[in-house]
């Protein structure tokens, strides 16, 4: 199944010059991961506290995913191709994405047809999904990304889902199936990036 974080090379390569500016001015890696997770949260939770009234402000959502993906690019770019990777950032990268998601979908489980529940659900599956890609250093394999409903296929959907409520659209009842189904693509993500740590040691064997 495509994703679309195999967009993520052309994405980078607009961002190249960009990152050489950011590198040449002393910003870091962890500096750029720690300001997105700040602005995730501090939206998420203004969401969470005025979204349901006043629904507009779910227009900043899908801007925010799009700048939040290039902050994600730009950190990564700026750890491997400016010498500035470290164990430090390397949690900070992991644990950054899981606070950032969980906030941003925290709010959805305030819009009908959503339940909080499924909400919940589905930021448990998303945080299981990042953490079994991170799990792959730990058996000898690489970070695995594989799977369909990564980070950036998620950033799509609720993004989407934002632009149509900020836009003053009520969900279609039917749709109030879509976590569950949501959960159900992150249940063979997290399958996929398994079975991708474990052929990745069997062929290096």
Same mark, same amino acid.
């Given at each position: ?61 899908? =801007? ?109 009842? =039917? ?31």
């Amino acid at each position: 199944m495509i994703s679309i974080y195999q967009l993520k090379p052309a994405f980078q390569n607009l961002l190249r010059p960009l990152v050489k500016l950011l590198a040449v001015s002393g910003v870091t890696a962890n500096s750029v991961t720690l300001a997105a997770m700040f602005i995730s949260i501090a939206l998420g939770a203004w969401l969470y506290w005025v979204g349901a009234v006043a629904t507009g402000w779910f227009l900043l959502l899908p =801007l925010w995913m799009f700048v939040r993906m290039a902050f994600n690019a730009v950190d990564g770019m700026l750890a491997r191709e400016h010498q500035q990777q470290s164990p430090l950032g390397a949690y900070l990268n992991e644990l950054s994405d899981v606070i950032s998601d969980a906030a941003l979908y925290l709010p959805f489980c305030l819009i009908a047809p959503f339940t909080p529940l499924s909400i919940f659900v589905v930021i448990w599956c998303a945080a299981l999904s990042e953490m079994t890609g991170a799990l792959g250093p730990m058996v000898g394999a690489k970070r695995q990304y594989q799977g369909p409903l990564g980070k950036s296929d998620r950033a799509f959907i609720f993004g989407a889902l934002g632009l149509w409520i900020g836009l003053g659209f009520a969900l279609p009842a =039917l749709l109030v199936w879509l976590p569950w189904l949501l959960c159900v693509l992150m249940l063979l993500n997290i399958a996929a990036r398994i079975n991708g740590a474990l052929r990745e040691l069997t062929i290096s064997k």
